[in-house]
C-alpha cells in the first residue's frame, strides 16, 4: 500500500483550474511536511509548493499567486489549488511527506504515484 495517493488531476483549457489532493495513510500525518513536486517530461523534477505541521507554506516563483496549498490533518489530506493554468504548468504531480519543511525533493521520505495534470486549448 502507497504511504500517499494523488488524486483529482486531469485535462483542462488555459486559464482553467483543478484541485488535486493527497491522501496519506501508514504515518504519523500531522508530524510531516506535505509537498508537491511535478516532473514534465525531459526535465528535472520541480517543487511546486509544500506546507508544513503549523501551517507554514511555500510556493515557487512559477506558481506564486496562482496555486494555494491547504491541509485538513483530521483527513490526513492535503489540497493544491491550481487557478489560472498554464500550458507550462502540463505535468505528473507528486505529492511528497517530510519531516523538514523544505522544497527539496532528496529532503521527502515518503511519494506518491503521481497524478497526470495537462494543460491544452
Known amino acids: 500500500q502507497w504511504p500517499l495517493v494523488e488524486s483529482g488531476g486531469g485535462l483542462v483549457q488555459p486559464g482553467g483550474s483543478l484541485r488535486p489532493s493527497c491522501a496519506a495513510t501508514g504515518f504519523t500525518f500531522s508530524y510531516y511536511t506535505i509537498g508537491w513536486f511535478r516532473q514534465a517530461p525531459g526535465k528535472e523534477r520541480e517543487g511546486v509548493s509544500c506546507i508544513n505541521d503549523d501551517g507554514s507554506t511555500y510556493y515557487s516563483e512559477s506558481v506564486k499567486g496562482r496555486f494555494t496549498i491547504s491541509r485538513d490533518n483530521a483527513k490526513n489530506t492535503v489540497l493544491l489549488q491550481m487557478n489560472d493554468l498554464k500550458p507550462e504548468d502540463t505535468a505528473v504531480y507528486y505529492c511528497?511527506?517530510?519531516?523538514?519543511?523544505?522544497?527539496?525533493?532528496?529532503?521527502?521520505?515518503?511519494w506518491g504515484r503521481g497524478t497526470q495534470v495537462t494543460v491544452s486549448p
Open positions: 511528497a511527506a517530510s519531516l523538514y519543511y523544505t522544497p527539496v525533493s532528496t529532503r521527502y521520505d515518503y
